[in-house]
């Protein structure tokens, strides 16, 4: 039976008023109806136990978070096992010309943080890098990409495609970065303030993290309206264990000892995106650029 750990405080802020927005054994109802169809009947019912699928909204930063998150060994089952590592890399192998060329335009605005440097100046870390197309994308603009990934196979993928493989969160390493991409990663973390203060910490004075992870603020209106079911979206039960808006993703990024990027940062790197991705911020879209001053 899988082992759940209770987090009994809001995993950003620490705070420990919340209001209960959902709740039901990972075994019963929607939430099991989910799980079965998501991950094709590679999950075990019976490993779930008395487990519950409980989805709290904190006071304090807005952060919307699962209260039960699998211990490492059901961590570990459900991204090396259940998610069959086949059909995850055919999603990217398969994926029309265009997915490669996004991997290459997103990889390409980071040397625009840096004016004054020159790409084989800067030092690049994807971090949960997956199968490492990213790290491809960015490695043909001629920056020192690094890639960090749990998944065995993943890394050997990513290896055989030259990315350099790095675990920068081991005590021995020291390599430091003046960039670091995740996309898609914080939002699965267990810890994340733990995770992201230590990220902050590989980051040289003036290093800029990119943070995206999905938009809760279009899930939690559906949430409201009444009319929300457990799917694949931003509170993904055992997977997206925490929910961001922009307010909670600062809350998280300003204890991590970082900055948002201004609007005219963002507009000097990304020029039209910039000021899109601002406009979008606005309404409480937590992906953003944080700076270590
Ligand atoms: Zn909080």
Known sequence: MYTFIERSCCPVCGGVEHKELYAEPF???????????????????????????????????????????????????????????????????????????????????????????RPEQLDVLDFGMGWGHWCVGAKRHGYNVFGA????????????????????????????????NTDQVVEHLTDPLKILSSLAQK?????????????????YRAIKAGRWRPAKDAFHPLEHVNGFNRFSIDVLARRAGLRALTLAEMVKAKGIRGLMAWTRRAMGDPNWYFRRD
Not at 170 to 177: A, G, P, S, V
């Open 27 to 117: 075994a019963t109802g929607a939430t099991w109806e989910f799980l079965k169809d998501y991950y094709e009947n590679r999950l075990d019912i019976t490993q779930m136990g008395e487990a519950r699928y409980v989805l709290l909204r904190c006071a304090a930063c807005k952060l919307i978070y699962q209260r039960f998150v699998l211990a490492e060994e059901g961590l570990s089952d459900l991204y090396e096992r259940a998610i069959d590592p086949q059909a995850s890399l055919a999603k990217r192998t398969d994926a029309d010309e265009s997915y490669a060329r996004g991997l290459w335009v997103d990889s390409g605005y980071v040397m625009r943080f840096f004016s004054e440097r």
């Open 149 to 180: 990934e749990l998944s065995e196979v993943r890394k050997d993928y990513a290896l055989q495609n030259g990315v350099k493989l790095c675990a920068p969160l081991e005590k021995d390493n020291d390599q430091l970065f003046d960039f670091i």
């Open 203 to 219: 980051l040289r004075k003036g290093g800029v993290i990119k943070i995206f992870v999905p938009n809760s603020p279009v899930d």
